[in-house]
């Protein structure tokens, strides 16, 4: 059974930065793409970056600049490195794995609030 779990979420102020882990089982990121989401409150998922098992990396543009993927296939881990962070950047952090809709990987969440 496929496992995502998260870390580093907390509480920041406004322009400080957090890491995000997420350690997958198995070779999960070796053999689809990891992805970062966010979830705020009363508002839809949205994807934040994401890595494709090639290397090619997307962003939202409200990230770009500030944030970065990063992917560790010897340890099973993806990372999103956050600077600057805003209080817009708030909410539930969810990593993903797989090929959306057919295939649907999520860790549990990790909360990240930016106060200011």
């Known amino acids: 059974q496929v496992q995502l779990v998260e870390s580093g979420g907390g509480l920041v102020q406004s322009g400080g930065s957090l890491r995000l882990s997420c350690v997958g089982s198995?070779?999960?990121?070796?053999?689809?793409?990891a992805g970062w989401y966010r979830q705020a409150p009363g508002k839809q998922r949205e994807l934040v970056a994401q890595?494709?098992?090639?290397?090619?990396?997307y962003y939202t543009d409200s990230v770009k600049g500030r944030f970065a993927i990063s992917r560790d296939n010897a340890k099973n881990t993806v990372y999103l490195q956050m600077n600057s962070l805003k209080p817009e950047d708030t909410a539930v952090y969810y990593c993903?794995?797989?090929?959306?809709?057919?295939?649907?990987?999520w860790g549990q969440g990790t909360q990240v609030t930016v106060s200011s």
């Open positions: 198995g070779s999960i990121f070796s053999q689809y793409a």
């Open positions: 890595m494709l098992v090639e290397g090619k990396i």
């Open positions: 993903h794995a797989g090929v959306r809709p057919i295939i649907d990987y």
